[in-house]
């Protein structure tokens, strides 16, 4: 099964979706107007069931095959999120909303699961039920876990579940995967050091909290390279570091920082906030400061299913003629919370050359979107055959 050439066909509409949605972006939970366009589509496509407000904004399409004699269920999920970032691409339809683009290129996956919602609801070449979700807030807000939350998964009796993103660098409509972990775990967070302030002229009458800040920061680095298993993953970042003095002659009294963690396992992610914490209070005190330490646990480990994660691949060659290995990524992504609940997988598809995602400059690729389609109706087509 190659492209679909009903794909081919549909291109220049579901480019024009995508370009919509592109030039009218929206952040978190806040997708009213990409939640609205994906529901008004999903009715036009003639789908047996359309559900709004599920996970607070996301929506819910459900097309029935020809015949439902095994009584599987597909779900295929879509995030349809932007990012607080000013685009910079100068494309004539950019962003009209300023301080927010599409510059991880949901626009593109969202366009791409309603061309494959089109398809599979004029064709219905399937035994069985596929349910299109529709995400919002993957960007930090944990959407895929709202919609898990308000119980999708058994509302619907979904058995299986696979998600697509882009992926700058590798060659447009190519795929890439991996089974077991993929996407990491993603924590965050805070440390406020207490000293006492004084004037930088009579710094022994203080105790330090830039001094104590900077032994903290230098002494975090240690979980990686002394706690951790080396062949084990772990990164520790200190992101933002803010003084409560602004002036040139004051010791402050107070350091705050930010950061994150990120792990791909269980047993990786408790060592190192324990480790996080013990180093931050332990060297304060050393130097007669408090640390204070917020830790908060974010999106868990992305892990594909070996057996989806097989088939998946099976479906990308099919498609492209090959499927590369993908390596570990230490970005996170909440399509784990609904791989916490059922069997699935989560693969790349090549965005070709340009800007990597999260950039001001970056630009989902329309060339990919066949490849895209094509992946996502022979998950259905070629998991649940007709009878």
Same mark, same amino acid.
């Given at each position: 099964?190659?492209?679909?050439?009903?794909? +081919?066909?549909?291109?220049?509409?579901?480019?024009?979706?995508?370009?919509?949605?592109?030039?009218?972006?929206?952040?978190?939970?806040?997708?009213?107007?990409?939640?609205?366009?994906?529901?008004?589509?999903?009715?036009?496509?003639?789908?047996?069931?359309?559900?709004?407000? @599920?996970?607070?904004?996301?929506?819910? =399409?459900? #097309?029935?095959?020809?015949?439902?004699?095994?009584?599987?269920?597909?779900?295929?999920?879509?995030?349809?999120?932007?990012?607080? #970032?000013?685009?910079?691409? !100068?494309?004539?339809?950019?962003?009209?909303?300023?301080?927010?683009?599409? &510059?991880?290129?949901?626009?593109?996956?969202?366009?791409?699961?309603? =061309?494959?919602?089109?398809?599979?609801?004029?064709?219905?070449?399937?035994?069985?039920?596929?349910?299109? #979700?529709?995400?919002?807030?993957?960007?930090?807000?944990? !959407? =895929?876990?709202?919609?898990?939350?308000?119980?999708?998964?058994?509302?619907?009796?979904?058995?299986?579940?696979?998600?697509?993103?882009?992926?700058?660098?590798?060659? +447009?409509?190519?795929?890439? @995967?991996?089974? !077991?972990?993929?996407?990491?775990?993603?924590?965050?967070?805070? @440390?406020? @050091?207490?000293?006492?302030?004084?004037?930088?002229?009579?710094?022994?009458?203080?105790?330090?909290?830039?001094?104590?800040?900077?032994?903290?920061?230098?002494?975090?680095?240690? #979980?990686?390279?002394?706690?951790?298993?080396?062949?084990?993953? $772990?990164? $520790?970042?200190?992101?933002?570091?803010?003084?409560?003095?602004?002036?040139?002659?004051?010791?402050?009294?107070?350091?705050?920082?930010?950061?994150? $963690?990120?792990?791909?396992?269980?047993?990786?992610?408790?060592?190192?906030?324990?480790?996080?914490? &013990? *180093?931050?209070?332990?060297?304060?005190?050393?130097? !007669?400061?408090?640390?204070?330490?917020?830790?908060?646990?974010?999106?868990?480990?992305? $892990?594909?299913?070996?057996?989806?994660?097989?088939?998946?691949?099976?479906?990308?060659?099919?498609?492209?003629?090959?499927?590369?290995?993908?390596?570990? *990524?230490?970005?996170?992504?909440?399509?784990?919370?609904?791989?916490?609940?059922?069997?699935?997988?989560?693969?790349?598809?090549?965005?070709?050359?340009?800007?990597?995602?999260?950039?001001?400059?970056?630009?989902?690729?329309?060339?990919?979107?066949?490849?895209?389609?094509?992946?996502?109706? =022979?998950?259905?087509?070629?998991?649940?055959? +007709?009878?």
């Amino acid at each position: 099964m190659p492209v679909k050439n009903r794909f +081919a066909e549909l291109l220049p509409e579901i480019t024009a979706w995508r370009r919509d949605l592109h030039e009218n972006p929206e952040i978190l939970f806040e997708t009213h107007r990409t939640s609205a366009l994906v529901a008004e589509k999903l009715r036009e496509f003639g789908c047996d069931e359309v559900v709004t407000g @599920i996970g607070r904004t996301g929506v819910v =399409g459900v #097309i029935k095959g020809k015949t439902d004699t095994a009584g599987k269920v597909i779900g295929l999920r879509a995030d349809m999120d932007a990012l607080p #970032i000013h685009e910079a691409t !100068g494309l004539p339809y950019a962003s009209k909303t300023p301080g927010a683009m599409h &510059a991880c290129g949901h626009d593109g996956h969202t366009a791409m699961l309603l =061309g494959a919602a089109k398809y599979l609801s004029e064709t219905r070449n399937f035994d069985g039920t596929v349910v299109v #979700i529709f995400q919002p807030a993957e960007e930090g807000g944990g !959407g =895929g876990r709202e919609m898990c939350a308000d119980g999708m998964m058994d509302r619907w009796n979904i058995t299986e579940v696979y998600g697509m993103h882009n992926w700058p660098g590798r060659p +447009a409509g190519s795929f890439a @995967i991996r089974p !077991g972990a993929f996407f990491a775990a993603t924590d965050q967070f805070e @440390i406020v @050091i207490e000293g006492k302030g004084g004037h930088a002229a009579k710094p022994q009458e203080t105790v330090d909290s830039t001094l104590v800040a900077a032994h903290v920061i230098t002494a975090l680095q240690s #979980i990686a390279s002394r706690n951790a298993d080396p062949v084990d993953q $772990v990164v $520790v970042s200190v992101t933002a570091i803010e003084s409560s003095s602004k002036a040139f002659n004051v010791i402050a009294q107070r350091v705050h920082m930010k950061g994150t $963690v990120r792990t791909m396992s269980k047993d990786m992610r408790d060592l190192a906030e324990a480790r996080l914490r &013990a *180093i931050s209070t332990g060297t304060a005190g050393a130097f !007669g400061a408090v640390a204070e330490v917020t830790y908060h646990r974010g999106y868990p480990c992305m $892990v594909n299913h070996v057996d989806q994660t097989d088939f998946a691949a099976r479906v990308a060659r099919s498609v492209a003629g090959d499927c590369a290995d993908a390596p570990l *990524i230490m970005g996170g992504e909440d399509f784990a919370f609904m791989l916490e609940e059922r069997p699935g997988a989560y693969i790349l598809v090549g965005n070709g050359d340009g800007a990597s995602v999260h950039h001001p400059e970056y630009n989902f690729n329309d060339d990919v979107i066949p490849a895209g389609c094509s992946w996502w109706a =022979g998950i259905v087509e070629q998991r649940m055959p +007709a009878a």
